[in-house]
C-alpha cells in the first residue's frame, strides 16, 4: 500500500517553473488592436473634477480657433470677485508682491542698450533742453504768480508742464525717428488688465472648501503714452537666463491689502483693436499729490519713496504690455512666441525715474505656470533730479542726464 507524502509547493511557484511559462502574445496583441467602441469620457453634466476638467479643456480648445476680439470677451466674460491692484499704493514694500503677482523680474539700472549708447548729437540736445526748459518755466510762471499756496500742485503745475513737453518732444524728435510721425499721442487714456495667478480655498460660504484661481485686475490711468504700429526691438532673447529671481509671496493678498471687487473685467491699451497703432512705445505718469516727497518725509515715509515708485513702473507697465499681447491674440494657454517690450516715465516735474519692461510671458494662471520657466523683466533707474529749483526765472543745476535718457527713450524705435 502506497504512503501519503506531503510535497512542497516551492518548484511549482518558482519562476524558472515550466508550469508558469506563458506566452502573453495574445494580450499584447488584443491591447494594440484598434478598439471597437469610443474612449469612455466623463459626462459634461456630472458634478466631478474630471467632468470639469473635460468642460474645462474642451473650452480651451474651442478658444485657440477664435480671433483676438473673442478670446479677450470670452475671458472676462465670468465676472466674479478679484483683487484690484492700484498702481499707486500706500502699502508698504508692494513692489515685491507686485513682481509676485506679474511673475516679474527687477533689475537696477536701464537695459544694456541705454547704458552702451553712442554719444547724443549735441545740437538735438540743446533742442531738447529748451523745449523742457521752455515747458517749466512757463507753467511755474503761470501757477505761482501772485500765489503763496497752491492746491493740488501737481495738476496745476506738473500735468500741464508734461503735456507740453511730451507734445514738444514728440514734434521736435519727429524729424530724427519716422516712427514717431506715425505714431499716436493719447492724453489721460484708460489701460486695463485682468488675469489670474495662484490659487485659493474659499473660506465660507456655498462654495466653502473649493479651490479656485485668484483673479487680479489693473485699472491704471497715466498721463500720456505714445503707441506706435511696430513692436520695439527686445531687450533680451525671449529664453535669456535672467540673473534675478521673482520674490515668492505665501501669504494672501489680503494681508498687503488687497480688496476684492466685482465689477466688469476689462482688457484694454487706450484704443481699441482695430487702431493701427497698437504696440506700445513710451508711457509718462504724474506723481499723484498725496505721494510727493516732501508728504511722504512727513509722515516718515522717506524709505517708500523710491518702492512705491517701482510698484508703479511694475504695475503699470505689466498691464499696458500684457493688454498689447492680448491684442494680438495670447493669452495663458497659447503663451507669447515673441517679447513685448514697452518703456514708462515716472515724475513729479523734478525728479524722473525710467522703467523698461520686456513681456516674456502670459502664462500666470495656476494650470499654465507649472512648467513654465520664463519670467517677465522690469528695469528701473532710481530718481534722477532734473533741476535743483527755479530762481528769478533761472533754472538752476540742470541735469543733462535726464534729459539724454529722455532723448534715448524716445528715439527708441522698431529693427527695420
Not at 512648467?371 to 532710481?382: A, I, L
Request: proline letters at 5%; a positive charge; charged letters at 25%.
Amino acid at each position: 500500500m502506497a504512503s501519503c507524502s506531503r510535497l512542497s509547493l516551492h518548484p511549482f511557484l518558482s519562476s524558472a517553473s515550466v508550469r508558469l511559462a506563458c506566452n502573453r502574445n495574445v494580450q499584447v496583441e488584443a491591447s494594440t488592436a484598434k478598439s471597437l467602441y469610443p474612449p469612455i469620457v466623463p459626462s459634461r453634466t456630472a458634478k466631478s473634477k474630471a467632468a470639469k476638467r473635460r468642460v474645462v479643456t474642451e473650452f480651451f480648445e474651442q478658444l485657440r480657433s477664435c480671433t483676438a476680439q473673442e478670446k479677450i470677451r470670452a475671458l472676462t466674460r465670468v465676472q466674479r470677485k478679484k483683487y484690484v491692484i492700484y498702481p499707486h499704493t500706500f502699502a508698504l514694500n508692494a513692489d515685491r508682491w507686485y513682481q509676485h503677482y506679474t511673475k516679474t523680474a527687477f533689475l537696477n539700472g536701464l537695459p544694456e542698450k541705454y547704458e552702451s549708447a553712442s554719444v547724443v548729437d549735441e545740437s538735438v540736445l540743446s533742442e531738447v533742453r529748451a523745449v523742457v526748459c521752455n515747458s517749466i518755466l512757463q507753467e511755474h510762471w503761470h501757477a505761482k504768480k501772485g500765489r503763496t499756496f497752491i492746491q493740488k500742485e501737481q495738476e496745476q503745475l506738473v500735468t500741464p508742464f508734461l503735456r507740453n513737453a511730451v507734445c514738444g518732444l514728440k514734434n521736435l524728435l519727429a524729424k530724427e525717428s519716422r516712427v514717431l510721425t506715425l505714431s499716436s499721442l493719447d492724453f489721460d487714456p484708460q489701460v486695463n488688465y485682468y488675469w489670474l495667478r495662484g490659487e485659493r480655498t474659499i473660506p465660507e460660504g456655498h462654495r466653502r472648501g473649493r479651490v479656485e484661481p485668484m483673479r487680479f485686475q489693473i485699472d491704471d490711468k497715466p498721463h500720456s503714452q505714445i503707441r506706435i504700429p511696430q513692436q520695439l526691438p527686445e531687450f533680451v532673447p525671449l529664453e535669456a537666463e535672467i540673473s534675478a529671481e521673482v520674490p515668492v509671496i505665501t501669504l494672501a493678498p489680503d494681508l498687503l491689502p488687497l480688496f476684492r471687487r466685482q465689477y466688469d473685467n476689462h482688457i484694454f491699451i487706450g484704443a481699441k483693436l482695430e487702431d493701427p497703432c497698437c504696440y506700445g512705445h513710451t508711457q509718462f505718469h504724474v506723481v499723484p499729490d498725496r505721494f510727493r516727497r516732501d508728504k511722504m518725509s512727513k509722515r516718515g515715509l522717506s524709505d517708500q519713496v523710491e518702492v512705491s515708485l517701482r510698484a508703479n513702473g511694475i504695475a503699470s507697465l505689466f498691464a499696458w504690455t500684457g493688454a498689447q499681447a492680448m491684442y494680438q491674440g495670447f493669452w495663458s494657454e497659447e503663451d507669447v512666441s515673441r517679447p513685448f517690450v514697452s518703456q514708462a516715465v515716472i515724475t513729479d516735474g523734478q525728479f524722473f525715474s525710467f522703467f523698461c519692461y520686456q513681456l516674456n510671458t502670459l502664462a500666470l494662471s495656476p494650470s499654465a505656470d507649472g512648467n513654465n520657466s520664463r519670467k517677465n523683466v522690469c528695469w528701473g533707474t532710481e530718481s534722477m533730479q532734473l533741476y535743483e529749483r527755479i530762481t528769478d526765472g533761472d533754472i538752476v543745476g540742470l541735469n543733462d542726464a535726464v534729459l539724454k535718457l529722455l532723448l534715448q527713450f524716445l528715439l527708441n524705435k522698431p529693427q527695420c
